[in-house]
């Protein structure tokens, strides 16, 4: 069974930065992509960062909202994902949720390619 366990978050000021953590468990680890969603209240879940095989190597997409302030990880002996965020400003401020989904390491489908999910993180940005 997938597990997938966020950790990290906090209330930050604007500019600030944290670094979430997701443990994942029950699964070899390379079988999956794996990715962030954030929601805010009121608004949809949206993808913020996700990290597939490309080859032997592993590449990163990231929301354009993002791009340049957040660097998504992965530790594949902690079997761990990381999500760096840098820069912080108040619209970054949600429930962050670790994803895993895809085939084989791909992220087949982009940001619809997720299947499991974690319970998130509260992550807030005050001006």
């Known amino acids: 069974q997938v597990q997938l366990v966020e950790s990290g978050g906090g209330s930050v000021q604007t500019g600030g930065s944290l670094r979430l953590s997701c443990a994942a468990s029950?699964?070899?680890?390379?079988?999956?992509?794996m990715g962030w969603f954030r929601q805010a209240p009121g608004k949809e879940r949206e993808g913020v960062a996700r990290i597939s095989k490309a080859g032997a190597i592993s590449y990163a997409s990231y929301a354009d909202s993002v791009k340049g302030r957040f660097t998504i990880s992965k530790d594949n002996e902690k079997n761990t994902l990381y999500l760096q965020m840098n820069r912080l400003k108040p619209e970054d401020a949600g429930m962050y949720y670790c994803?895993?989904?895809?085939?084989?390491?791909?992220?087949?489908?982009?940001?619809?390619?997720?299947?499991?999910w974690g319970q998130g993180t509260q992550v807030t940005v005050s001006s």
């Open positions: 029950g699964y070899t680890y390379s079988t999956y992509c």
């Open positions: 994803a895993a989904g895809g085939s084989d390491g791909y992220c087949n489908n982009g940001w619809l390619s997720f299947n499991y």
